[in-house]
Structures are given as C-alpha cells and as structure tokens.
C-alpha cells in the first residue's frame, strides 16, 4: 500500500515535498517513483529511483529542480520540488515495482500505485 502527501498550493518559483509512506511489503526490494497527470493530459513519469537509491532518472523539464531520494529504514520515498512552474501542475502520483528496473520503469510505469495528491501552482 503506498500513501502519498504533501501536495497543495504554492506559488510559482516555491517548493513543495511530497512523501510516500509504503506498507506490507519488502520496501528495498522496490524501484520507486513519481508520475503526474496534468488536467487534460496523459500521465507522464516524473521521476524514478533504484532499489538502493543509486540510480535515478527524471523527467528533463524538471532536471535540477526534482529531487526523489528514499529511505529504506523507513519504507519512504520523497520528491523534493523547487523552483515549480504552473506547468508543474498536476496530480502527483507514488509508485513501485519490483519486478522492474528504475530504466524500464520510465518508460513502461511501475505495477503498484498509490492515491495521488494535488500540486497547484499558480502563477
């Protein structure tokens, strides 16, 4: 079970942290990551990270602003967001999978999901 927060509404050029808390199974043994969907848009992968937190990808037009890290001694994963945009706007979703590695997961999503949680950013 994965429980996101920490979404709401900031202004642009503000930071925002989202956490995700996982339960019921072995969390280091799960690639972890972020997706988002923008009203009127598809889902989009935002950022993912290997088991051992080692490895990460992110989405390019959030490079340098995203942080995802996790700690395996408290099943959580975090996406640390500064500088956010309007675009940025979106339901944030957690994910996992430990069936995948944090490269195919970008591309193909992850096979566990969470409820999401809303990041507005107002211009």
């Known amino acids: 079970q994965l429980q996101a927060s920490g979404g709401g509404l900031v202004q642009a050029g503000g930071s925002l942290r989202l956490s995700c808390a996982a339960s019921?199974?072995?969390?280091?043994?799960?690639?972890m990551g972020w997706f988002r969907r923008a009203p009127g848009k598809e889902r989009e992968f935002v950022a993912v990270?290997?088991?051992?937190?080692?490895?990460?990808y992110y989405l390019d037009s959030v490079k340098g602003r995203f942080t995802i890290s996790r700690d395996n001694t408290k099943n959580t994963v975090a996406l640390q967001m500064n500088s956010l945009k309007p675009e940025d706007t979106a339901v944030y979703y957690c994910?996992?999978?430990?069936?995948?590695?944090?490269?195919?997961?970008?591309?193909?999503?992850?096979?566990?999901w969470g409820k999401g949680t809303l990041v507005t950013v107002s211009s």
């Open positions: 990270l290997s088991q051992s937190g080692t490895i990460t």
């Open positions: 019921g199974r072995t969390f280091s043994n799960y690639v």
């Open positions: 994910a996992a999978d430990d069936r995948t590695t944090a490269a195919q997961a970008r591309r193909d999503g992850m096979h566990y």
